[in-house]
């Protein structure tokens, strides 16, 4: 095994401690079944209960939680994610992080997308965008474009929903509802970094947001992962107002790790706001409301 290997299978395994530690302690002796216990100094379950409900052994499961090189069998695993009462995202991943042989394995980041669907996307009757396991934003339509002019003027390993999420100052920010979708947003991006743990480029990422972000470092540090799925979001447009949409996340087969992100209006009044963008119809103030210019809002995001 490589050095690159080795230590990314060292991460994996401390990732899974941790991860494991975060979910033992979120489940009371009530949940699982036990008799109440007395009040306790440190919350949920124990490891030798975990190990016995589980049915495996107590050295066993404390070395699974120190990240000891051990082997865990899909059977064992599986007995302890019933016990920890994980759900369907956090069970896989579970088997991520301790390298099950039947879980498909991470592919390359996607940073340029097919000829043959940036056509697709053009010809969507919905504001658009497609992103890689990491949030890089591959591509986009017309639409979103004229929405997000902001998006156009981040170049680089920073055209990214989370760089930009996290980086805009509070008054600038287009996420309207972004304390209610922001964290399912980070429990997607940490179940995607389970298949990347050990790569230079994604370790760079998650440590530069953690350095930079106060939020973002408390998100990540609650360990909770979510599958893509559908989502309201509303955002603020400087020249329209609040636009409300539903989101919608596809996979792009033949793409590995790609997905499709999709907004359709959520009312009349953003439907008509997004086309009059489009035509070029809606003009923004010079000044803000928070004092920002026009260009000022566009160039928010910084690039480093």
């Known amino acids: 095994m490589n050095t690159m290997a080795t230590i990314g299978s060292a991460a994996r395994r ?3 401690a941790e991860f494991l530690r975060s979910r033992r302690e979120r489940i009371t002796p009530e949940q699982a079944g036990l008799p109440p216990a007395p009040r306790r100094r440190t919350p949920g379950l124990r490891r030798e209960e975990v190990a016995q409900l589980a049915g495996v052994g107590v050295t066993w499961y404390t070395w699974l939680e120190q990240g000891r090189p051990i082997n865990a069998s899909t059977q064992v695993l599986d007995a302890i994610a019933r016990t920890l009462k994980l759900d369907t995202a956090e069970h896989q991943h579970m088997h991520v992080l301790a390298q099950v042989p039947d879980v498909t394995p991470a592919q390359g980041d996607l940073d340029a997308l097919p000829d043959t669907l940036q056509p697709i996307l053009d010809a969507m009757g919905h504001m658009a965008t497609v992103v890689n ?15 997000f002019p902001s998006v156009l003027a981040q170049t680089g390993p920073h055209r990214n929903t989370f760089w930009c999420t996290f980086m805009l100052p509070e008054c600038c920010h287009p996420f309207v509802n972004r304390h209610e979708t922001i964290p399912p947003m980070v429990a997607t991006l940490r179940a995607s970094y389970a298949r990347h743990i ?3 480029h994604w370790d760079a990422f998650v440590q530069d947001l953690l350095r930079r972000s106060s939020v973002f470092a408390e998100l990540w540090s609650r360990k909770e992962v979510a599958e893509f799925g559908r989502m309201r979001r509303v955002f603020f447009q400087p020249a329209v107002g609040q636009l409300r949409y539903e989101m919608n996340s596809f996979g792009v087969h033949g793409t590995p790790g790609a997905r499709m992100q999709v907004f359709v209006p959520a009312d009349e009044q953003t439907r008509v706001a997004e086309q009059r963008l489009l035509a070029g119809d809606a003009r923004p103030p010079v000044v803000l409301d928070c004092g920002h210019t026009w260009e000022e809002w566009i160039h928010a995001c910084p690039s480093a």
């Open 133 to 147: 396991e990491r949030f890089d934003m591959i591509a986009s339509n017309a639409r979103f474009d004229a929405v």
């Open 14 to 16: 401390t990732e899974l």
């Open 198 to 200: 050990g790569d230079p």
